[in-house]
């Protein structure tokens, strides 16, 4: 009997001790749990970033920083949060955990491979925050030329090299994950049994693969032009300032879908977990995340509304941007149609699901009014650009990963946290953003640029009640990261199941034992069947009339 005790109470945390067994660990698990580490990290120094960005524009005038070093905060910023987390938060640390025990594998195809991912986006982070610690960029995060290969006198180069080396990570992972789907699906899990998080994340590989090279070929080309005074977007040497821009958002714009579609496929488990519904129209969901996928590579060019590209590309790339939204609102209205007479149990991820779909939807609708050239050119560069965005990654993505990282947070770790608590920290992040984000709409109708760190006074009481929001937003934020360290040592121990969901992550121990499950399990059914709920019966007419 003590010998099963024993094998029961094995899981892959304890299966192994040592700094060495997580090192060198190809457990699929323990690489989420290595990657959660490093990109908190990473959200932490990008959040202090922005926190300083926040302080400074207290203020109308330089009160904290000059101009070099505002240029080189608000550029760091932006490139540890795109590149360094949003882009690998939900797929590498979620994706990498999900994706394997959602389908009944034992692991990931190519178990080494998945390490390599992670060694490979270490370095390239080190190599980034060498090169902001040793002087910083101020490009921007986008790196627009000839000033980022002429004029710029900050650490371009090696911020370049780290990106370029992060992005072999992003490919790897999703070269993992698409060989992994086509491959390792348990017996009777057809494609359209999978769960939805299933799409969406291979939706997104799909991306990573395909677009992932073109954005390091294009800060490669920045890197020789900066060393070796090629003309390759240098108008003086004979090249094109434009076509950088046309190579950067080639990526860039789908990369916006690489952060939102896993931030989608959360949601759908969530919302119809806690409205113990099936997800209402789930073939259309999982289709409209390859039509994201798709119709995510054609609408790069309405960044370059104000660029001077001709007339009749600006009407084509207006008209795509406007059709990109309807996969994203065909999984809105859905997840609305969901939550349509279900038994909702607010749960602190159901919260945060809540508070995606609200956040996004707005961030969509304000994405629409950008698509439109007339307005576009208006508040193109202005603070309306940084609000719109923001509600997409930070209101969209994060608010899944959290909401996702709560959902699973007891099957990852075996312990459940302070629900009561988590409920604050929810609406707080929710209350925070709004307050940070939604006076930024107004700024930029009213022409604020952004990047700038000096400003007319009549913008003071918009940009006070932002930082304001920012530093409720903080609070939010910093909350999850106390109460989970403290639920991994005192938290209650969770079940295989504690939220009652379907999935065959939910079928195995928490947390689960190294190699997943102990016999591979067998599908039968479609995803997401919950039962419905009973109704009450009507009355006979004699209970009726007895009252």
């Known amino acids: 009997m003590s010998t099963e005790l024993t094998e029961e109470r094995t899981n892959y945390l304890n299966a ?84 394997p025990l959602m389908i009944g594998a034992r692991d990931l195809a190519f178990p080494k491979i998945n390490l390599l991912s992670w060694y490979i986006y270490i370095i390239g982070a080190l190599v980034t925050l060498w090169a902001m ?22 650490n371009v180069i090696p911020t370049a090299i780290g990106i370029f080396i992060t992005g072999f990570s ?95 496929g959360v949601i759908s488990e969530i919302i119809t977990c806690f409205a113990r519904k099936r997800i209402f129209g789930y073939s259309f969901i999982a289709i409209s995340s390859l039509a994201i996928a798709v119709l995510g590579f054609l609408v790069w060019g309405h960044h370059l509304f104000t660029s001077g590209q001709s007339a009749y590309a600006g009407l084509i790339f207006s008209f795509l941007s406007f059709c990109v939204a309807i996969p994203s609102a065909i999984k809105v209205f859905n ?49 309306f650009i940084v609000a719109h965005f923001h509600y997409i990654m930070v209101g969209g993505t994060i608010m899944a990963y959290l909401g996702g990282i709560h959902f699973w947070w007891p099957k990852m770790t075996g312990r459940m946290y302070p629900e009561w608590i988590a409920k604050v920290s929810g609406v707080l992040v929710f209350l925070g953003f709004n307050l940070t984000f939604f006076p930024q709409f107004i700024l930029g109708y009213l022409g604020m640029p952004r990047r700038y760190h000096v400003y007319p006074e009549e913008f003071q009481v918009l940009n006070v009640l ?31 199941n504690p939220w009652g969901a379907t999935g065959l992550e939910w079928q195995t121990s928490s947390p689960p034992p190294t190699q997943n499950f102990a016999r591979t399990p067998v599908v039968t059914r479609d995803p997401y069947d919950y039962q419905p709920i009973e109704p009450f019966p009507e009355p006979t007419p004699r209970e009726a009339a007895s009252g």
């Not at 457990?27 to 400074?56: C, N, P, Q, W």
């Not at 919260?351 to 439109?372: D, E, K, P, R, S």
């Not at 932002?466 to 969770?494: D, H």
């Open 170 to 264: 992003s490919i790897l992972t999703g070269l993992n994950f698409i060989v992994t789907i086509h491959t390792m699906r348990a017996p009777g899990l057809t494609w359209f049994r999978l769960p939805l998080f299933v799409w969406a994340h291979y939706a997104t590989s799909l991306i990573m693969v395909l677009g992932t090279p073109v954005i390091a070929i294009t800060l490669a080309l920045v890197g020789v032009e900066r060393g070796f005074h090629l003309g390759i977007f240098d108008p003086k040497l004979g090249g094109d300032p434009i076509l950088f821009q046309h190579l950067f958002w080639f990526y860039s714009h789908p990369a916006v879908y690489i952060m939102i579609l896993p931030a989608m």
């Open 16 to 99: 192994d001790y040592g700094v060495r067994s997580w090192l060198f660990t190809v457990d699929h698990k323990r690489i989420a749990l290595l990657y959660l580490m490093s990109i908190t990290v990473m959200f932490v120094i990008g959040g202090l970033f922005a926190a300083v960005i926040r302080l400074e524009l207290l203020t109308p005038q330089a009160d904290i920083v000059g101009s070099d070093t505002y240029n080189k905060l608000f550029t760091m910023h932006g490139i540890i949060m795109v590149f360094f987390f949003l882009v690998p938060s939900i797929p590498a640390v979620l994706g990498n955990f999900l994706i």
């Open 466 to 496: 932002s930082s304001a929001g920012a530093s409720i937003l903080g609070v939010g934020y910093l909350l999850p990261l106390l109460y989970f360290f403290w639920s991994m040592r005192y938290g209650e121990v969770a079940s295989a």
């Open 335 to 383: 997840w609305t149609a969901t939550l349509y007479k279900g038994s909702i149990a607010w749960e602190s991820p159901m919260l945060y699901a809540l508070g995606f779909i609200g956040l996004f939807t707005l961030g969509g609708l304000t994405g629409i009014m950008l698509a439109a050239i007339g307005l576009d050119i208006h508040v193109h560069d202005t603070y």
């Open 133 to 154: 610690v040793t002087g910083g960029v101020d490009t921007g995060w986008t790196f627009y030329t000839p000033y980022s290969t002429t004029a710029s006198t900050t």
